[in-house]
C-alpha cells in the first residue's frame, strides 16, 4: 500500500539540466519529465555561496543522477524531484 505517493523505488536521476538567470534549474527527469526547480532559497547556504557568482551556477551539469557544479558541490536528485514544478 502507497503512504501517500511516496514510494522508495521510484527515485528519479536527472539526464539533462539547464541552468537558467534567477537561479532556476530547468531539469529532464529519467522518466522523460520536464521540471523547474528554483535554486535561489538555497543561494546563501553553504555550500552553494560557492556558486552564487553566475558564471560558476551556469557550470551546472549532469553526473551520477543529479545536478552537480565544480567544487564537488551537488543537490540530492528527490531534494530537485520533490521541490521543482512541471516545465
Known amino acids: 500500500m502507497a503512504c501517500g505517493g511516496f514510494d522508495m523505488e521510484a527515485l528519479l536521476d536527472v ?3 539547464e541552468a537558467e538567470s534567477g537561479y532556476l534549474l530547468r ?4 522518466n522523460g519529465e520536464k521540471r523547474v526547480f528554483d535554486m535561489s532559497a538555497y543561494m546563501d547556504k553553504r555550500p552553494f ?5 553566475l558564471p560558476l551556477f551556469a557550470l551546472a551539469k549532469v553526473d551520477y543522477g543529479t545536478v552537480v557544479w565544480p567544487g564537488n558541490i551537488d543537490i540530492a536528485p528527490e531534494t530537485l524531484y520533490d521541490r521543482s514544478v512541471p516545465a
Open 15 to 17: 539526464v539533462k539540466v
Open 27 to 30: 531539469l529532464e527527469f529519467e
Open 49 to 53: 555561496v560557492r556558486i552564487k557568482e
